[in-house]
């Protein structure tokens, strides 16, 4: 008896030492992934740019070492052929390219209504908000119409130029002599093909697993939207902080770099510029520059989820049996 407690004993510590050497892996890894993006790049220093490319390197050498670490482990966190099937790995590269390129258009969005369009912040925040409330809504739909076909794949791949397209207009839409009217449909767009991929995505992921992997592959599912998310976030940080300040500086060449970065930083300050005003006028072109660049890279990313869909295996809900109940 004590030697069987103390086998359990052991055994439940191997578990717990494994899984504390993958999360370690895993983060340590993300997190020198997500670091350089970042950082400002003001200087092109080869010091500077051999450290983001020896962090990033190393970051994705760690997330590899994970990978392998989760194949030769007894007890690993998810199965390593759950890791490498079709339908979790094209979800995880999906989940990550939809809120990269959602984030890279997405920042300082709000910003851009108030200082171009010369929109209050309530009336920013009810647009910036179309996707977050209008994807919960737009959700009951595509529920419906997946119960109905009893398949996923077909509204994943018919999202996918909607999504792409309603980005790529962006481009040609936000700028400032746009009417509102058409940034806000560029938005519906994203809204409607976003929220029906993000929703297919995770029916991907659970006709690929049973009810005991569910959780595990739901939370590495949940681990790619939060990686793209910040990933998408810096780089919009990235392309704000190379970009503005050197399109202020290019309008407005009388004024001195305190002077500019004082404007460049503070959104009160920009706003208190009637709208008109040279300054006013200098601030809105440079967010005009900014935001094109944004919305090139995000919609340039997400074109990989024309991959990250069509390699999923496609399969009836209806023959997709799951355990029910809790699974302890």
């Known amino acids: 008896m004590v030697r069987h407690r103390v086998s359990r004993s052991c055994h439940f510590s191997r578990r717990l030492i494994d899984a504390a050497i993958g999360m370690l892996l895993l983060s340590a890894g993300l997190a020198l992934i997500l670091v350089p993006f970042s950082l400002t790049t003001k200087s092109t220093a080869a010091t500077s740019l051999n450290a983001y490319t020896g962090a990033l390197v190393l970051g994705f050498g760690l997330v590899i070492a994970f990978g392998y670490h989760e194949k030769r482990t007894k007890t690993p966190f998810i199965a390593f052929s759950l890791l490498c099937s079709r339908n979790v790995a094209g979800a995880f590269v999906l989940s990550v390219t939809i809120f990269v390129a959602y984030f890279a258009w997405d920042g300082y969005y709000t910003s851009y209504l108030q200082v171009v369009h010369g929109l209050t912040i309530t009336q920013a925040g009810y647009i910036g908000q179309t996707y977050s409330i209008g994807s919960s809504i737009w959700g009951f739909v595509v529920a419906y119409l997946i119960r109905k076909s009893d398949r996923f794949k077909w509204l994943a791949v018919a999202a996918l130029p909607v999504h792409i397209l309603g980005g790529a207009l962006m481009i040609y839409f936000r700028q400032p002599d746009t009417h509102i009217v058409w940034v806000v449909m560029c938005q519906i767009l994203l809204t409607i093909g976003g929220s029906t991929l993000v929703v297919c995505d995770q029916m991907a992921v659970m006709t690929a697993v049973n009810h005991a992997e569910l959780a ?10 939060y990686l793209g998310s910040a990933m998408g976030s810096s780089l919009s940080g990235a392309i704000w902080n190379s970009t503005l300040p050197g399109a202020l500086a290019k309008l407005l060449p009388n004024m001195t770099p305190l002077e500019l970065a004082s404007i460049g930083s503070d959104l009160k300050k920009q706003l208190s510029y009637p709208m008109g005003t040279p300054i006013r006028t200098a601030i809105i072109e440079a967010y005009g520059q900014s935001q094109r660049r944004m919305c090139i890279v995000g919609t340039l990313i997400s074109l990989i989820e024309i991959g990250a869909v069509l390699v ?14 809790m699974v302890l």
Do not use: P
């Open 312 to 325: 999923w295996r496609d399969k009836r809900l209806s023959k997709s049996h799951q355990v029910k109940g």
């Open 216 to 225: 595990s592959t739901m939370a590495i599912t949940s681990l790619a939207m």
